[in-house]
């Protein structure tokens, strides 16, 4: 079978033993393959690069405060979840298999091969449509016209895709032009972009290149292979830009934050870096609050990898440190935050 027609399950799974019976059991269904997660960190990571269409989750994962925000990456992908164990939570709504053997494991697996046969015939289709959330209560604070930001910038990594969903969640429908810089496997970013649309109150688009920026619009880097950035010409526009990786990426934080960075003096600019691994963004933030932006790095306790933001913190680009919750409204009140935020960086 062609390898373009098989689907991946990923196996989320503490348990090493369990986790490789499932992996076993995958091995013998042309229609899947198999990929395995120990640790909640790596769960992101492996989703967020594999895209799989079946996650087989352990009950240990799903106990945990983070399920949340898991089952609803999950969704945004359109990946089919089942939860497994020796005692799994029927009392979700999910499919749930007891695996304690080989036989169990084999039998979690021939539940998905049907339906993974079925569709390898054809194209994989766009993500489930998630219903959008009710109204949510949106904790602004008041801004100071002078220092409010005219652009905003939210970048992100392992973890990022949650951790921007709930950033503009609780967005305004005129907020800032906002741009985004995640790092996404290539083909998905699309996706991203018309569930963001779907359920946040801006408008949000795949940046186009010299397409002009404005308010209540959020535009992300879509193409994985141009860089994001902002020109002034004949107003604020993006820009495209083809080029190598830079930190090795494309598109990449950096350039995006240094791009920016050069308007600096002439519009007030709020950035946060959010949850991900290595340091793209930290050279390029610091750049920023050189040139008066308003920088915010994301706290260790709520992110997935603390890597970009800690790296960012430590070559002196963060102004501010924040958690998840906290830094929506901080992004949108811009410099008039830092008089009422914790958490300064020295």
């Known amino acids: 079978m062609n390898s373009s027609q098989t689907r991946n399950l990923l196996v989320a799974d503490p348990n090493s033993l369990r986790r490789e019976m499932i992996l076993q059991a995958c091995a013998s269904h042309p229609a899947l393959r198999g990929h395995g997660a120990s640790t909640v960190a790596e769960l992101y ?50 499919r749930c298999f007891r695996v304690v053997g080989p036989n169990d494991a084999t039998s979690l697996v021939d539940a998905l091969a049907p339906s993974s046969a079925a569709a390898t015939g054809n194209p994989p289709g766009p993500p489930r449509r998630v219903p959008s959330p009710g109204p949510i209560t949106q904790v602004v604070p008041q801004r100071d016209p002078a220092k409010a930001p005219e652009i905003i910038a939210i970048a992100g990594s392992t973890g990022g895709i949650v951790a921007i969903e709930k950033i ?61 950035g902002l020109i002034s010409r004949a107003g604020l526009r993006a820009r495209l830009l083809d080029a190598p990786e830079v930190s090795g990426h494309r598109p990449s934080i950096d350039v995006l934050f240094d791009s920016l960075a050069q308007l600096g003096g002439r519009h007030r600019i709020s950035a946060c870096l959010l949850t991900g691994m290595g340091a793209d963004g930290a050279d390029g933030m610091v750049n920023l609050r050189a040139n008066g932006a308003y920088t915010i790095a994301q706290d260790k306790e709520t992110s997935v990898i603390w890597g970009m933001p800690q790296a960012a913190i430590q070559r002196g680009g963060a102004a501010v440190v924040l958690p998840l919750d906290r830094i929506a409204p901080a992004l949108l009140a811009g410099r008039a935050a830092l008089s009422r935020v914790e958490g300064f960086v020295k």
């Open 45 to 94: 990571r492996q989703t967020e690069s594999l895209m799989p269409a079946y996650v087989a989750l352990a009950v240990e994962f799903a106990q945990m405060r983070e399920f949340t925000a898991l089952a609803s990456l999950f969704d945004m992908i359109g990946a089919e979840l089942v939860i497994h164990g020796e005692t799994p939570m029927s009392s979700l709504s999910y």
């Open 168 to 228: 503009l969640l609780e967005f305004p429908e005129d907020c800032p032009p906002t741009l985004v810089v995640q790092h996404i496997r290539p083909g998905f970013a699309d996706g991203l972009v018309r569930r963001l649309d779907r359920i946040v109150a801006p408008r949000v688009v795949g940046a186009i290149d010299g397409g002009a920026i404005h308010r209540g619009h959020v535009y992300v880097a879509t193409d994985s292979e141009r860089h994001l």
